[in-house]
């Protein structure tokens, strides 16, 4: 095996015991999911949420917050990978809502975020979704890609939510009453949320050594490996040449030859194409062929496809 898969040979057993553990805190703090309107263009916007999603998680959090907060809009953040230099906002809130990856920020997140001038924004905020642990870790490093970027300032508040793990390389998808009190959980946290945004709270969750020394030991290897993963992926015979693949890839990574997928080594591990393959005929070597694959239930496939359009 190559790749990141070769990483996770060495490092499997340690990162499904950090699946099932959690050093962050994610008490209850919404209504979940709708898809109720957005505001319209052309009238003031006092919020934006940049998001990164796979599954459908990170954009099911953001879209309830555009919802629930009001003039609000989000905005895929592969969209801004587009413009070049600096990438100057103008709303006076800015939130980012993304998945943890081996407990940190996805690499395509991290480049855009060192881009984004936040410097003039009244408040600055992140949620994380994740499966197990990263929470803090990766909102703190989060944190120090804004000010070591181009805006040089940080984050005012951090928020962990737990969501269902879709890690389908190292684990099965949940059972549903598992999925039910977890998205049940997630509404709750992001009730809390939304009133912390509005007063403007000023936040952080703890980061300790024991979470510097968690990131340093995984991160990295993963930043390392992440663009090649795709070189263990593959496609079997019940490909039914639908395009899926392709289409909800956030960074373009699939060409289709013949209809089926050709991966073009620039892969984020968003694992949408696995997961959300139609027939389930992309697999990473023996381990996916036998699990259950999972999408947020309440965000369809086109809205995740959505987003390297936007």
């Known amino acids: 095996m190559k790749g990141l898969t070769a990483v996770l040979n060495h490092a499997t057993d340690a990162a499904i015991f950090l699946h099932h553990i959690s050093t962050d805190s994610t008490e209850p703090v919404a209504t979940f999911f709708s898809t109720g309107t957005e505001s319209l263009p052309g009238l003031p916007m006092e919020t934006v949420i940049y998001y990164f999603t796979g ?3 990170s954009l099911a959090v ?5 919802e629930r907060l009001g003039k609000c809009r989000c905005e895929p953040i592969v969209s801004l990978r587009k413009r070049d230099g600096k990438v100057q906002t103008e709303s006076e809130r800015v939130g980012i809502v993304f998945p943890v990856y081996y407990l940190g920020v996805p690499v395509v997140v991290a480049e855009v975020a060192g881009r984004l001038d936040i410097k003039d924004a009244r408040y600055t905020f992140a949620v994380c979704t994740l499966g197990g642990s990263g929470g803090s870790t990766s909102l703190h ?3 120090q890609v804004l000010r070591n970027g181009v805006g040089g300032r940080g984050l ?9 793990g879709n890690n389908i390389l190292l684990y099965d998808r949940s059972g549903e009453g598992t999925l039910k009190r977890t998205f049940e959980g997630a509404a709750r946290r992001i009730e809390a949320i939304v009133t912390a945004v509005d007063n403007e ?6 980061h300790t050594p024991l979470h510097s020394l968690l990131h340093r030991a995984f991160h990295p290897r993963f930043v390392e490996k992440v663009h090649d993963a795709d ?6 015979d019940s490909c039914t040449a639908c395009g899926t693949c392709a289409a909800v890839c956030p960074v373009g990574n699939i060409r289709l030859e013949d209809g089926r997928p050709t ?11 696995i997961q959300l393959c ?10 996916t062929g036998g699990r259950r694959r999972y999408r947020h239930p309440d965000v369809p496939v086109e809205a995740i496809a959505g987003q390297s359009k936007g």
């Open 278 to 287: 139609p027939a389930e005929a992309i697999q990473v070597g023996t381990k």
């Open 201 to 206: 709270q000023r936040t952080m969750p703890l």
């Open 231 to 236: 070189r263990d992926f593959s496609v079997d």
């Open 156 to 164: 005012d508040a951090g928020f962990p939510v737990r969501m269902p």
């Open 141 to 143: 490093e989060l944190d």
């Open 62 to 66: 953001a879209r309830t917050l555009s």
């Open 263 to 273: 991966w073009l080594h620039r892969c984020e591990q968003c694992l949408a194409c």
């Open 55 to 57: 599954t459908g998680n």
